[in-house]
């Protein structure tokens, strides 16, 4: 793995993922993709990953995945709990709970136990809510 300039990651190994853990610095969650910047590839979600970049790739595993209001995913995100402010372009499994804040986008079907969409969220696709 490479980086060019301060925000872009260049993956040599395609088979390489992020592991995503929670980074707290002085009491703030710290994104794993900064604003800006690009991540291509596999995310293994551990615990709260908190994204405002944009992710071309799978984000998967046991985690909270928290999508900024800069943030654009094209790919599968299957999570126990997905809160997006962010786009999201691709299909989305959340085995807990989906929540689409005021101006997410969101264009891809979707399956959770229980879904909230508030105003200003648009989503285009099928949903699969309930066991």
Same mark, same amino acid.
């Not at 590839?41 to 999508?67: C, F």
């Given at each position: 793995?490479?980086?060019?300039?301060?925000?872009?990651?260049?993956?040599?190994?395609?088979?390489?993922?992020?592991?995503?853990?929670?980074?707290?610095?002085?009491?703030?969650?710290?994104? +794993?993709?900064? =604003? /800006?910047?690009?991540?291509?590839?596999?995310? @293994?979600?551990?615990?709260?990953? %908190?994204?405002? *970049? !944009?992710?071309?790739?799978?984000?998967?595993?046991?985690?909270?995945?928290?999508?900024?209001?800069?943030?654009?995913?094209?790919?599968?995100?299957?999570?126990?709990? +997905?809160?997006? =402010? /962010?786009?999201?372009?691709?299909?989305?499994? @959340?085995?807990?709970?989906?929540? %689409?804040?005021? *101006? !997410?986008?969101?264009?891809?079907?979707?399956?959770?136990?229980?879904?909230?969409?508030?105003?200003?969220?648009?989503?285009?696709?099928?949903?699969?809510?309930?066991?």
């Amino acid at each position: 793995m490479s980086r060019k300039g301060t925000a872009e990651v260049d993956r040599t190994e395609a088979d390489e993922a992020a592991v995503a853990q929670p980074l707290v610095h002085d009491g703030e969650t710290v994104p +794993l993709v900064p =604003r /800006g910047g690009l991540w291509e590839g596999q995310v @293994a979600i551990m615990g709260q990953t %908190l994204i405002d *970049g !944009a992710v071309n790739g799978s984000l998967r595993g046991p985690g909270e995945l928290v999508l900024g209001t800069g943030s654009r995913i094209e790919g599968v995100i299957d999570c126990d709990i +997905l809160d997006s =402010r /962010g786009e999201i372009t691709g299909p989305v499994t @959340a085995r807990s709970r989906a929540r %689409l804040r005021s *101006g !997410a986008y969101f264009e891809g079907d979707l399956e959770a136990p229980s879904v909230e969409v508030e105003d200003d969220a648009v989503w285009n696709g099928v949903a699969r809510v309930g066991g």
